[in-house]
């Protein structure tokens, strides 16, 4: 087990803790992190763009002129391609784009981004990120201290509300809710500050040791 400093929001060391191997230095898997955020990204596309083909248009199904005698291209309807207020050819219709991935593998490309983040020193653990008034100029003092002036994704569980009004106004950081941890978003900054609270959610939902003991 890794053995890392534990802050106050002071950034004052008041302990170290032991942070679970099987989460925390697991082999880093470039492949499944690119992996999963590909499937992210792609799951977040709506899909929604769609045009108006030939048969779709409203326009009058007369022909344009008589076929023969014209000396001119042979022609039918006026929603042909061609046409200015045809319609399109081959264009875009609604799809879904979202792709699949087991469950174990996206847990494992969890456990690689934090590992690599551990390993790098973007990890900052905080005893509590709660601030001590709801004003949003407290938090940025806080995130000052434990961050500096480095992009910062802040972990929050549902017992820290207070956190997420009060960084969301931030622009250089972002609070997220710590069970909807993602590839994306934790490659994404520069440092990612986690609570011991934040901490113990993510033992549980991502750690291999309880859901052994479970």
Known sequence: MAQVPVLDINGKQVKTIDLPADI???KVNKGLMHQAYVRQMANARLGTHSTQRRSEVSRTTAKMYKQKGTGRARHGS???PQFVGGGRAFGPKPRDYSL???KKMRQGAIR???SA?????QLVFVTDITPSSPKTKDMAKVLNVLAGEKSTLVLFTHDEKLVQRTVSNLDNAKPLLTNYLNVRDLLQYDKVIVSL??????VKIWG???????
């Not at 609270?197 to 993510?202: G, Q, S």
């Not at 291999?208 to 479970?214: G, I, Q, R, T, V």
């Open 117 to 121: 983040l551990l390993a790098d020193g």
């Open 112 to 114: 690689s981004a934090l």
């Open 197 to 202: 609270k934040a901490l113990d959610v993510i």
């Open 24 to 26: 925390f230095e697991a």
């Open 208 to 214: 291999l040791e309880s859901k052994e003991n479970a």
């Open 78 to 80: 006026r929603s042909a």
């Open 100 to 102: 699949d991935m087991p």
